[in-house]
């Protein structure tokens, strides 16, 4: 008789990747296992990240910052392997892997693809180290699912620019060195690289999150920032700039929210087998099977999208509306394995001994940022019929 299928790995999606995949995966896995997972309920509870510098540069130094951008001392993983990282973070908390995200896929990947070499060479090879902590500032208290009306200016004065506006909910502003700050200019909306100890440059921490607590988020406040000519992306205008960059952070997120429903999943599962009622394990209930088997099911099934699309940009031929799918597809079914694995553990379900609770709160969060899932099913909606419903 043949062995028993791992329930961990009931597909056998293991073995549809290589050992390089495998060994970058565990690498992860093991500094999460170390170094977060003792740690995070803690941090989780005081709403706060205490030690995001040296976190920092461990992830520096084991390649997971800008870990799929070539050269500056980058990793150049796959892209695969990138996503099996931000799978192997998000298991331990999403406000690991916005950390990631935000460093490598918005602030180090605006900088590689749209920065000069001065720029490059002045921030990537820190970032990439961890010894410089970046953010992204597209967000606005007025304009978020609709950045093109942003209100945050840059203005010429003499060659230097003059920036000023607000921007809200940005992951890592109050411990970023450097903000890739948008902004509109008369000639359309340009990316500036803010040094963040320039005078008029404030990043107050934004305080009393239900989700995403052991996260640093933050207002930006641009009061007369003055910068020098160079401080612009040379070529990029418009919303092509942010975009392209929130594509690399999507993508991030369709392994990552996997991660979280995975830890859900597995807490349910072996909960299950252990706490007994009515003389049987809970997983002896019928009912109880079908809900592991369905949280199962979707999990694969969004391991499977996951690197079907890795596959895609590794070879040089994703598109964002498919990442569209990937990112509703799989936080939607993550936020929904975490709500039904919590149901398996009742009471202790909403308790903070078990990771559940946590994951439910974050991925209300990664539900909403990096586009909405009504923005997402807007940009499917217009692949399906031609029609931009978005206005
Ligand atoms: C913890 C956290 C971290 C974040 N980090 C960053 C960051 O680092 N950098 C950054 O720039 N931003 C960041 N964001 C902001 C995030 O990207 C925005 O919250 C998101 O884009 C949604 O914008 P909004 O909150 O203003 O919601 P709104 O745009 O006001 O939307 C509210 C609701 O209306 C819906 N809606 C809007 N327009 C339409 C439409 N045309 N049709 C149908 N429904 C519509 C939305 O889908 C949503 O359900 C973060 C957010 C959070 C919560």
Redesign the pocket.
Known sequence: MSPALDPRDPLGFDDLLSAEDLAVRDTVREWCADRVLPHIADWYEAGELPTIRELARELGSIGALGMHLHGYGCAGASAVQYGLACLELEAADSGLR?LVS?QGS?AMYAIHRWGSEEQKQAWLPRMASGEVIG?????EPD????PASMRTAAKRDGSDWVLNGR??????GAVAGVAVVWAQTEDGIRGFVVPTDTPGFSAPEIKH?G??RA?V?SELVLDNVRLPQDAVFPEVRGLKGPLSCLNQARYGIVWGALGAARSCLETAREYSITREQFGKPLGAFQLTQAKLADMSLELNKGLLLALHLGNRMDAGTLRPEQVSYGKLNNVREAIQIARTARTILGANGISYEYPIMRHANNLE?VL????????HQ?VIGKTLTGQDA??
């Open positions: 916005s935000v918005l953010c992204f500032g597209l967000t304009h978020g699912s609709d921007k809200m909910w940005i992951t890592n999150k989700s995403l996260s988020t969060s909403t940022y990096e586009g909405t899932v009504e923005m807007l978005f206005r």
